[in-house]
């Protein structure tokens, strides 16, 4: 009998994504079809970088029809107890919702516990709800690689409300409100004086600051939002000059207070990013956003693109480890080595 060859079987199982599963498909047959496609996205392999941009050209006249919601903070503020509320909350709307949750990845074993979909136990199995939990492998701003593109996948399939969820991680902030339509920043009641509300930077990407936990302690809660919209207030007028304007066709970012483990302030809170949208879609300030959001995503893939054949050039994989060594036994200053190295592939390309 002749050989037989046999395809690996991840393989055969990416290389069967179909643009219109996801597309046309419904129940678990979408959700498969789903999650196939974002795996394909998220795979390194030359071969598989192929096959999902096809699938991505394919899906993109699908996509753009929802909304895209960032939502940050630091861990044990309540996010994902919040988007659990507020996901069943809009499916009792009559939305269907997308939560992309991104987990960091440890440095020293480099895995994620990826256990986000375990504390939202009844959204993960809403048939209008679609979990995705991710690693970030080590991507700065501690939002996944390929979270963009998954977000393309998941409007694709209808679902007209995307959330991205990221723990707050320093450069997290920065990453989630560059893909996103709204940010929103989840505060603790006891997180600090108006001096450090200040301080933080994220303050002036934040369209929305959420005061989570607020029925601990009431007066708490009551003073960190008189503290955090007095900040907000100063860096308006000498931070972000679109905040400075008062007028009130221009969103203002606004403070309010929930808890969500009681489920109070959700209706506040979907009002508050409803009016943020009709004011953003009237200035034409949301159409823009967009627009500047997919210019600054090409020239990302450029930089890691570029990185990438940087690394694979075969000039530079040759005096990598001697150069390294050098840095390393301090004979060879770091900036010189990184010359050497952008000369060797400049010059020998």
Same mark, same amino acid.
């Given at each position: 009998?002749?050989?037989?060859?046999?395809?690996?079987?991840?393989?055969?199982?990416?290389?069967?994504?179909?643009?219109?599963?996801?597309?046309?498909?419904?129940?678990?047959?979408?959700?498969?079809?789903?999650?196939?496609?974002?795996?394909?996205?998220?795979?390194?392999?030359?071969?598989?970088?192929?096959?999902?941009?096809?699938?991505?050209?394919?899906?993109?006249?699908?996509?753009?029809?929802?909304?895209?919601?960032?939502i940050s903070g630091v861990p044990g503020v309540g996010k994902s107890t919040f988007i659990e509320v507020?996901?069943?909350?809009?499916?009792?709307?009559? &939305?269907?919702? !997308?939560?992309?949750?991104?987990? #960091? $990845? +440890?440095?020293?074993? @480099? =895995?994620?516990?990826?256990?986000?979909?375990?504390?939202?136990?009844?959204?993960?199995? &809403?048939?209008? !709800?679609?979990?995705?939990?991710? #690693? $970030? +492998?080590?991507?700065? @701003? =501690?939002?996944?690689?390929?979270?963009?593109?998954?977000?393309?996948?998941?409007?694709?399939?209808?679902?007209?409300?995307?959330?991205?969820?990221?723990?707050?991680?320093?450069?997290?902030?920065?990453?989630?409100?560059?893909?996103?339509?709204?940010?929103?920043?989840?505060?603790?009641?006891?997180?600090?004086?108006?001096?450090?509300?200040?301080?933080?930077?994220?303050?002036?990407?934040?369209?929305?600051?959420?005061?989570?936990?607020?029925?601990?302690?009431?007066?708490?809660?009551?003073?960190?939002?008189?503290?955090?919209?007095?900040?907000?207030?100063?860096?308006?007028?000498?931070?972000?000059?679109?905040?400075?304007?008062?007028?009130?066709?221009?969103?203002?970012?606004?403070?309010?207070?929930?808890?969500?483990?009681?489920?109070?302030?959700?209706?506040?809170?979907?009002?508050?990013?409803?009016?943020?949208?009709?004011?953003?879609?009237?200035?034409?300030?949301?159409?823009?956003?967009?627009?500047?959001?997919?210019?600054?995503?090409?020239?990302?893939?450029?930089?890691?693109?570029?990185?990438?054949?940087?690394?694979?050039?075969?000039?530079?994989?040759?005096?990598?480890?001697?150069?390294?060594?050098?840095?390393?036994?301090?004979?060879?200053?770091?900036?010189?080595?990184?010359?050497?190295?952008?000369?060797?592939?400049?010059?020998?390309?």
């Amino acid at each position: 009998m002749p050989m037989q060859t046999h395809q690996p079987q991840r393989n055969w199982a990416l290389t069967s994504v179909s643009a219109d599963a996801v597309v046309q498909a419904t129940g678990a047959q979408q959700r498969r079809a789903i999650a196939k496609s974002i795996t394909l996205l998220e795979s390194t392999r030359a071969d598989h970088r192929v096959q999902a941009d096809e699938l991505l050209t394919a899906l993109l006249p699908h996509t753009g029809k929802s909304f895209r919601l960032g939502i940050s903070g630091v861990p044990g503020v309540g996010k994902s107890t919040f988007i659990e509320v507020l996901g069943l909350y809009l499916i009792g709307q009559g &939305h269907r919702v !997308a939560v992309l949750t991104i987990d #960091p $990845s +440890s440095t020293v074993s @480099g =895995g994620s516990i990826l256990g986000d979909k375990t504390r939202m136990e009844k959204l993960s199995v &809403h048939e209008h !709800a679609y979990i995705r939990p991710s #690693p $970030s +492998s080590g991507t700065l @701003g =501690g939002v996944a690689e390929k979270t963009r593109e998954a977000m393309l996948v998941c409007e694709a399939a209808s679902y007209d409300v995307v959330i991205v969820e990221t723990v707050g991680v320093g450069q997290s902030e920065t990453a989630v409100a560059n893909m996103t339509d709204m940010f929103v920043l989840m505060q603790l009641p006891n997180a600090g004086d108006d001096l450090q509300a200040i301080k933080k930077g994220v303050m002036e990407l934040a369209d929305l600051v959420v005061i989570n936990k607020a029925d601990i302690d009431p007066h708490a809660a009551t003073r960190a939002q008189a503290q955090i919209t007095s900040s907000l207030r100063l860096l308006g007028l000498h931070g972000n000059p679109e905040h400075a304007h008062h007028n009130e066709a221009i969103w203002h970012p606004k403070v309010i207070q929930i808890s969500a483990l009681k489920g109070q302030g959700v209706e506040t809170f979907w009002a508050s990013v409803q009016h943020f949208k009709a004011l953003q879609t009237q200035s034409g300030n949301f159409a823009a956003r967009r627009q500047q959001q997919s210019l600054a995503w090409m020239w990302e893939r450029i930089d890691a693109g570029l990185k990438q054949a940087f690394r694979q050039h075969p000039q530079v994989q040759a005096l990598l480890p001697q150069l390294t060594q050098a840095v390393l036994e301090g004979r060879m200053a770091a900036s010189t080595a990184a010359r050497n190295l952008l000369s060797a592939q400049i010059n020998r390309a």
